[in-house]
C-alpha cells in the first residue's frame, strides 16, 4: 500500500518551495503526486521527489479528452518517456463517455493496446471527476476489465459531493445545493437537509468501492474530505478538504457552532479498511490531494532554504499546507501500520 501527497509549488516563488515539499514529504515518508502539463514539466518536477525510491505519481493537463486522437499520443508520450520512474499516469474521466460510450470504450483499449505493444509499465488511472452517475463510471470499467494498463482512480470529493448534490435535489427540487453559504439568509431552514445530504456520502462512495473491486487490477485514490457549504478554497472548491477540518456556521447545529464533512476521520477509518478489504493493500494506492486553504506557520528546520527570500509569506504558508498534508498523514497511521 502506498501513501503519496500533493508535491506542488502553490504559492508564488522560485523552487525553493518545491524543496520545502521534498524536504517535509521526505520527512513524513511519503511519495509525491505531479500536477503537470507536459513532459518538460515531469522531468523538472522528478528531480524533487522526496527520496530514490518514493512512489511518484503524475496528473495529467485537466483538458485531455481520451476521445482526441491527439490527447491519446499526448498520453502515451509521457509513459514512453518516464518508463518504469512513474507509477501511475491520472486523467480525468469526460462526460461524453456516456454519450459516446462505445467510441470512449475503443479508446481505452486503443491506448492498452499500445500501453501493451510498447512494454509500457505504468499504469493510466482514469479519475472520477466529470460527475458522472456512478453506475455510468463502473460500465467503463466493467468494459476494459481485460486491459491491465487502464483502471480507476476514485476521488472521495468528487463522488461525495455527487452524492451530496443528488440527495439534496430530490428532497428540494429546484433549490440549488451549492448556491447556499455559510451566511444565507435561509441556511436554518435548510440545515437538516444539508447535512443528511452529507451524511449519504460515505455509502455511496463505499458501494462504489466495491463494484470496482469486481475489476482485479490496482486502484488509486485521491484522498480529500469536502462539504458544499465550505467557501475555504482559493480555488472556488467544495472539496481538497482537510479530513480534520469543520465548517463554522453562525448558527448552533448538533450542539456546535460548525458543520461535520462528508467523511471525517471516521469515514476516513472506513475508506482505508474497505479498500484493503476489497483490493487488498497491496493493490491500493492513495495521494492526499488537499488543498491549501490560508494559514502560516514558521519554517523551523526549513529556514535556510529560504535565506535569499526578504518576505518569506509564501514559505511560511507552505509550510503551513504541507503541515496539513501531513496532520492527514498521521491520522492514516492510525488506522494501522499498513498507512505507515
Known sequence: MIVSALLDKKFEGDDALLRLASLRLRQDGLGAEFNVETPAELAHLYGFKPFEDAPVFAHLSRELNLLRKADRECILEFAAGFG???????VHDQRESVQ????????LRVL???FEKERLTSRLFIEYASGLVPADYILLFQAVMENKHISACIDTGHVGLWQANDFFSSRRPGRKLFRLRPDSPDLPAFIEDIQAAVGSSLDTLLSLMEALAGIGKPVHFHLHDGHPLSASSPYGLSDHLSFLDRIPVPLVYDGKESLRLMYGPS?????????FRLFGRDDVSFTLEIHPTGGRLPLGDAAHLFR????????????????V????????????????
Open 308 to 323: 535569499h527570500w526578504e518576505d518569506k509569506t509564501n514559505a511560511e504558508r507552505m509550510n503551513h499546507w504541507l503541515s
Open 84 to 90: 518504469d520512474r512513474i507509477r501511475g499516469f491520472i
Open 267 to 275: 469515514g476516513l477509518s472506513k475508506i482505508v479498511s474497505e479498500a
Open 100 to 107: 459516446r460510450f462505445e467510441a470512449y470504450v475503443e479508446a
Open 112 to 114: 492498452a493496446h499500445r
Open 325 to 340: 498534508l501531513c496532520d492527514n498523514h498521521v491520522l492514516l497511521t492510525e488506522f494501522g501500520p499498513e498507512c505507515k
